[in-house]
Structure formats: structure tokens, C-alpha cells
């Protein structure tokens, strides 16, 4: 939601809609917001020689656009045999039983709420759906039940709110906690050392290449903030309110509600530690 200016990674074209990559395909919820940015990505990913896909996150509940989802698998030469959910807000699940309906498959997700049919997704499931493999990443902190998706064949990340392709994004307090979204980072960061990830699939904006700059640029981000907030509750400033207005005085105030639940996450952070 900030800092977009001096993001590192290197966005791939304006429009987001279409082929993003061989085995990814994005189609563009038509739910753009402050918040959701151009809108929600819904993620079309499938082997290039199988008829077979994944939707990763259908998106809000608009039925054009969840035919469009399909239309467009469609016209891939693919049938959807499988949707996943990389976490539960409504700007990506919300249409997922709909979605389940019209192309008739099962809906994966960490949260059990969110699932339709037998079988769950946890840390280091592999899902393999027409020779398709996708690694199942924990990554909570935006929320509880964050998820991203390695994608080892093209070394991408699907990683839904957890980093965005543009901004930063929050941690959506209470459900969501700074220390869990520090060690989510810190994940991701060692599957682009170790693993060789280079390419950011986001749940929202453009695809980043430099995908280690990107991680690298979130830690920083969430660190100078952690330390300006911890600033101004040295200063006297107490309520999560007057913290935002201190510290995201440059922010669009239009973001300032998704601010302080990143304010109340990073105060209940310090005060388990002791600093605030
Ligand atoms: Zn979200």
C-alpha cells in the first residue's frame, strides 16, 4: 500500500489480463480498489501439453467474470479440474463455491470454512493436477490462512496478498500477526535463495521478476515501520489511531483503515516483546 516508487522488482507489462508466463494465465476481476489495486488476479495455471488446469483464487462473487474465467480455460484448450484459494478474503474466495458449481470441481484451502469436497491443502502438500506441480508454501501473517504456490517449473511464486505487485500489503489484525508474516517472509526469501524462485505471481498487480529484491525491499519496508511505530510510542503517541496519523502521514488517507490494522499488529508485536 506504500513505498511502490522504490519497489524493486521489475513489473511485466501495464495490463494484467492474459498469458503471463507458459504455464500461467491471468484473468482480471473487474473489483479494482484502493485495496485491490487493478483488481484480483485469478490465476489460470496448467501444463502447456495437458488439458487439464488449476484456478487459483476464482476471485469476488460476479458471475461474468467467473465465466470468463472458465471461457477463457476454454479457450486455452483446458478443462479446470481443480480451484485453490491462497487465503480467505472475499476478494478471492468469495466466488469460489459459484466458481465450484458452474466448472464442477472441488475447492483446496487451508481454512476448512472455506473448502468444498474431501481434501484440505497444508504445508508441503504438493498438488499434481495433469502433470502440473505445485508446492503448497505456508505463509500466514496477511491472514491466518495465507498460502502461496511454488511453481518449481518456472521458478514462480503464486503468493496471493502475501506480496503484492506493487505496495506492500497489510497485516490484517487480529487474524493476521507480524510475527508470523516476518517468518512467511523470510520464507519465501529462502525459496528464491535456495530454490531458485525469480518471479512473483501476485493475487494482485503486475508480475515481478527479481523476486529476492522484492522480498528483500518487504523485510525492509515492514522493519523501518516496525521502527517508526515504535518511535512514536516513545513519543506518547498511544492509540492505534494516532499512531497511523503519525507514522502513515504519507499515505493516502483512503488507506488509513487497512494502516491501523498493520499499526495494531505490529503494537501487539512489540508489546509480546517487551518494546511497547
Ligand atoms: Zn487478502
Redesign the pocket.
Known amino acids: 500500500m506504500t513505498g511502490a516508487a522504490s519497489m524493486p522488482g521489475r513489473p511485466r507489462g501495464g495490463a494484467l489480463s492474459g498469458q503471463a508466463t507458459p504455464r500461467a494465465h491471468c484473468v482480471l476481476a473487474p473489483n479494482p480498489s484502493p485495496m485491490t489495486l487493478d483488481g484480483t488476479n485469478t490465476w489460470i495455471v496448467a501444463e502447456p501439453d495437458s488439458d487439464r488446469a488449476v484456478v487459483i483464487d476464482p476471485g469476488p462473487l460476479d458471475e461474468g467474470h467467473l465465466r470468463q474465467v472458465l471461457a477463457t480455460a476454454e479457450r486455452l484448450g483446458k478443462r479446470v479440474a481443480l480451484t485453490l484459494l491462497t487465503?480467505g478474503?472475499p476478494?478471492?474466495a468469495e466466488g469460489a463455491a459459484r466458481f465450484a458449481e458452474l466448472s464442477g470441481t472441488h475447492v483446496r484451502a487451508l481454512d476448512p470454512a472455506l473448502r468444498l469436497g474431501d481434501e484440505g491443502l497444508a504445508a508441503g502438500d504438493v498438488v499434481r493436477t495433469g502433470g502440473l506441480e505445485l508446492r503448497v508454501v505456508p505463509t500466514p501473517g496477511?491472514?491466518a490462512d495465507s498460502l502461496s504456490f511454488h511453481l518449481p517449473a518456472e521458478a514462480a511464486v503464486l503468493t496471493?496478498?502475501t506480496v503484492l505487485g506493487r505496495g506492500t500489503t497489510v497485516v490484517?489484525h487480529p487474524d493476521g500477526r507480524l510475527g508470523d508474516y516476518l517468518d512467511s517472509l523470510r520464507r519465501l526469501r529462502s525459496l528464491t535463495a535456495d530454490d531458485g524462485v525469480s518471479t512473483v505471481l501476485p493475487?494482485h498487480g503486475p508480475v515481478l521478476e527479481d523476486a529476492q529484491g522484492v522480498v528483500d525491499f518487504y523485510l525492509a519496508h515492514r522493519a523501518d515501520r516496525l521502527s517508526q511505530v515504535e518511535h512514536a510510542v516513545k513519543q506518547g503517541f498511544r492509540t492505534a489511531p494516532e499512531v497511523v496519523a503519525h507514522v502513515y502521514a504519507d499515505v493516502d488517507r483512503s488507506l488509513w483503515p487497512a494502516a491501523e490494522l498493520s499499526v495494531r499488529a505490529q503494537l501487539v508485536y512489540l508489546r509480546e516483546r517487551g518494546a511497547a
Open positions: 487465503h478474503h476478494d478471492h496477511h491472514t496471493g496478498d490484517a493475487g
